[in-house]
């Protein structure tokens, strides 16, 4: 398995940005998958976004669409999402995962990091 490590988070308000990132660690020389979901408070964990081992391939939530951007750097090992035009409703903790396949479910995701508060004050 790898080790992920999110930064990034914190507070901004609306219609500021953010940048995440995830550090990889450990079995990184693997082709991994990587995806970002986000629980707020009294909700389940929800997708945001995921990228291909390549790069090639990114799929988006509807919520987020046109806002955020999924990125990667294998050569850092590091996976990024760029998040735009934030609102109150995207006020959760976000998590990067990694998965032997593309996927927009958390079911295929087997390595977790710890997750990193973003907050968004209208």
């Known amino acids: 398995q790898v080790q992920l490590v999110e930064s990034g988070g914190g507070l901004v308000q609306a219609g500021g940005s953010l940048r995440l990132s995830c550090a990889g660690s450990?079995?990184?020389?693997?082709?991994?998958?990587m995806g970002w979901f986000r629980q707020a408070p009294g909700k389940a964990r929800e997708f945001v976004a995921a990228?291909?081992?390549?790069?090639?391939?990114?799929y988006y939530a509807d919520s987020v669409k046109g806002r955020f951007a999924i990125s990667r750097d294998n050569a850092k090992s590091t996976a990024y999402l760029q998040m735009n035009s934030l609102e109150p409703e995207d006020t959760a903790v976000y998590y990067c995962?990694?998965?032997?396949?593309?996927?927009?479910?958390?079911?295929?995701?087997?390595?977790w990091g710890q997750g990193t508060q973003v907050t968004v004050s209208s």
């Open positions: 995962a990694a998965a032997p396949v593309t996927s927009t479910l958390s079911s295929t995701y087997n390595s």
């Open positions: 450990g079995r990184t020389g693997s082709n991994y998958a």
């Open positions: 990228i291909s081992w390549n790069g090639g391939r990114t």
